[in-house]
């Protein structure tokens, strides 16, 4: 990342330990300067970093280590991402939701904060109820590109058409790999009527 852009963020948070590796750090600061340096951009403006080194890091931490702590911060992360990226106006902006089952394992949604923090720096509406996933797909990881897109298709429907049906809406994911998670949720708002949609995510899983 550019120094200015770090410089930036770094004093918009302060946590007194790296969300990256834990190490101390000075107040107002997010990642210790190792783990800035493993920060890198990504091409997709709507993902704005490459998945891996500190920003994979805290991620992990705070999907399977209970650091809801971190999501807030990852979250004005996405934002810092992002820029200008979202030059449109949209009406509503939702997560990509979990399954129940995964939802009752976890206790909570980690994109729920990435969404949030859209909404709020773009003052959108957030609803984060706006989906609903109707069957448990989180073994996508093991699976090839094809077999993830079969596995996720109709995977996800909206909870209530009126609120999706001729809106614009942005849907929020953490990791975009294939792009099969968030194309499934892009269907599902298309067959609620919904007017427009973009999806943004974190990261870009590196080809
Ligand atoms: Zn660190």
Same mark, same amino acid.
């Given at each position: 990342?550019?120094?200015?852009?770090?410089?930036?963020?770094?004093?918009?948070?302060?946590?007194?330990?790296?969300?990256?590796?834990?190490?101390?750090?000075?107040?107002?600061?997010?990642?210790?300067?190792?783990?800035?340096?493993?920060?890198?951009?990504?091409?997709?403006?709507?993902?704005?970093?490459?998945?891996?080194?500190?920003?994979?890091?805290?991620?992990?931490?705070?999907?399977?280590?209970?650091?809801?702590?971190?999501?807030?911060?990852?979250?004005?992360?996405?934002?810092?991402?992002?820029?200008?990226?979202?030059?449109?106006?949209?009406?509503?902006?939702?997560?990509?939701?979990?399954?129940?089952?995964?939802?009752?394992?976890?206790?909570?949604?980690?994109?729920?904060?990435?969404?949030?923090?859209?909404?709020?720096?773009?003052?959108?509406?957030?609803?984060?109820?706006?989906?609903?996933?109707?069957?448990?797909?989180?073994?996508? %990881?093991? #699976?090839?590109?094809? $077999?993830?897109?079969?596995?996720? +298709?109709? /995977?996800?429907? *909206? !909870?209530?058409?009126?609120?999706?049906?001729?809106?614009?809406?942005?849907?929020?994911?953490?990791?975009?790999?294939?792009? %099969?998670? #968030?194309?499934?949720? $892009?269907?599902?708002?298309?067959? +609620?009527? /919904?007017?427009? *949609? !973009?999806?943004?995510?974190?990261?870009?899983?590196?080809?």
């Amino acid at each position: 990342m550019a120094a200015n852009t770090v410089f930036w963020f770094l004093e918009q948070l302060s946590p007194s330990l790296c969300m990256a590796c834990d190490a101390h750090v000075p107040k107002n600061t997010a990642f210790c300067a190792v783990c800035v340096a493993s920060i890198e951009r990504s091409t997709h403006i709507h993902s704005p970093f490459l998945y891996g080194g500190a920003v994979a890091r805290a991620l992990t931490k705070l999907k399977y280590e209970v650091r809801r702590d971190l999501g807030p911060m990852l979250g004005r992360l996405l934002v810092l991402g992002l820029g200008n990226a979202l030059d449109e106006r949209f009406d509503v902006v939702a997560p990509v939701p979990l399954h129940s089952d995964k939802l009752t394992e976890r206790g909570y949604n980690q994109c729920v904060w990435l969404s949030r923090a859209v909404a709020h720096a773009s003052a959108i509406e957030h609803d984060a109820l706006l989906m609903r996933r109707t069957r448990n797909t989180e073994a996508q %990881a093991q #699976l090839g590109i094809r $077999e993830r897109e079969t596995n996720v +298709a109709n /995977a996800f429907t *909206v !909870r209530e058409r009126r609120r999706v049906a001729n809106r614009s809406v942005i849907v929020v994911d953490d990791v975009r790999t294939t792009g %099969a998670t #968030l194309r499934a949720c $892009e269907m599902a708002l298309y067959e +609620a009527d /919904a007017s427009r *949609v !973009r999806t943004l995510s974190l990261c870009l899983t590196p080809r």
